[in-house]
């Protein structure tokens, strides 16, 4: 994350005098050192420093990011859209709503699929939250382009169009870089079955570019989640116990591979990477996260919990997994080092479809270096 350079400066709004940051020190001095004090002691010390981590003079913390259902719907079809929890304040903030009425046309059930949701994927890549597919009537791809949220900005712009629309896809990350491979059309077809293509939401200019197919469809069964991992692209075509495969794609080689036996054998449920260095998974029957030892091709447990079975989603960063619990009405958050593990609520009359870890979002009332 970028550490701003711009100076701090005195609130107008107020006749009174405002006590020092740091006595001693100019403000602007005392800015570039607290910028570097732990998120959770700005936030309790006093409000100047309170004010001062949500203004731009310091990096933005890491919050939660989720997309939201109408717990309240039985169409299937009533997502209430994306929203922002602060760890700090213990809040949620809703995101501004994706142009074109677009989750309006997102279904989450189909009388064709009773036992289980239509994927809705979304991606976290370069700072950027981007929803990528989704299923609309009568079972075609929702979205004819991909839709990427800054959060610092707090707009959506569309991404370029991929060369077909398509949904239950593979979707993921790796290098800032997003990757959809595989998926479905408004009807199967061969050609997007095996394509594979990327594209870098930090490169405004560019489109979505073609990495080395697939040799097959096997893919397109299941939306899968790709996971970023020391530069590969890792994926599996089936969660649980089911016979499933796996395959990596190798960014720096373009081209596909095996996976390990190991990686394979225990990608049992939701699976996320913690900044592209560590691979962490629930077993979604036993409720165990195990984090992946690539030197011996095997899964360590990190923790086990009832309220972990089921899971549906996954994301991680800063040093925690969030995991959206079975039924989506709590997100069970683990700190992997002090091996602790709490829950956090979506707001009041929602469930949690899927999350993501980005830098918090900015609001109009950020105060700018403003105290």
């Known amino acids: 994350m970028a550490i701003p350079s711009a100076p701090y400066k005195r ?34 010390v006093c409000r100047s420093w309170r004010r001062l981590l949500y203004s731009t003079s310091v990096p933005p913390f890491l919050s939660l990011y989720a997309l939201l259902s109408d717990a309240d719907d039985s169409s299937g079809t009533a997502l209430a859209g994306f929203s922002s929890y602060d760890p700090f ?25 009773l036992s289980r949701h239509l994927p809705v994927q979304t991606v ?29 900005t707090r707009r959506w712009r569309p991404a370029p169009p991929l060369s077909a629309p398509r949904r239950w896809c593979a979707a993921g990350s790796v290098g800032g870089v997003v990757y959809v491979a595989s998926g479905v059309g408004a009807h199967y077809s061969q050609g997007v079955a095996r394509c ?30 790709a996971v970023g991992f020391k530069g590969k692209l890792y994926m599996v075509n089936v969660w649980g116990k089911a016979a499933k495969e796996g395959i990596v794609y190798d960014v720096e080689g373009d081209a596909w591979e095996e996976m390990p036996r190991g990686l394979l054998e225990g990608w049992n449920g939701p699976t996320a990477s913690m900044e592209e260095r560590e691979i962490y998974t ?49 997100i069970a958050v683990v700190d992997v080092a002090a091996n602790k593990m709490w829950k956090v609520e979506p707001p009041q009359g929602n469930r949690v479809v899927s999350v993501h870890v980005l830098p918090r979002m900015s609001s109009s009332s950020d105060p700018d270096f403003v105290f």
């Open 89 to 113: 304040s213990a809040s949620w903030s809703p995101l501004p709503p994706p142009p074109s009425d677009v989750l309006r046309r997102i279904l989450l059930r189909h009388p064709s699929f």
């Open 282 to 330: 629930v077993d979604e029957g036993t409720g165990t996260m195990r984090v992946y030892d690539c030197e011996r091709d095997r899964w360590m447990d990190v923790i086990e919990s009832e309220a972990l079975k089921g899971a549906v989603h996954m994301a991680a960063g800063g040093g925690r997994v969030c995991v959206v619990c079975e039924g989506g009405d709590e």
């Open 124 to 152: 976290s890549a370069s700072g950027h939250l981007v929803l990528l597919s989704a299923t609309s009537h009568p079972l075609r791809p929702a979205l004819p382009r991909a839709l990427a949220f800054h959060p610092a």
């Open 196 to 225: 594979a293509e990327r594209w870098d939401p930090m490169a405004t200019t560019a489109g979505w570019e073609r990495v080395a197919p697939l040799k097959d469809g096997r893919f397109s069964r299941e939306a899968a989640h």
């Open 11 to 44: 609130s107008r709004s107020s006749g009174q005098p405002q006590p020092p940051l740091l006595p001693g020190l100019p403000d602007h001095l005392a800015s570039l050192c607290l910028c570097h004090v732990p998120p959770r002691l700005l936030f309790s």
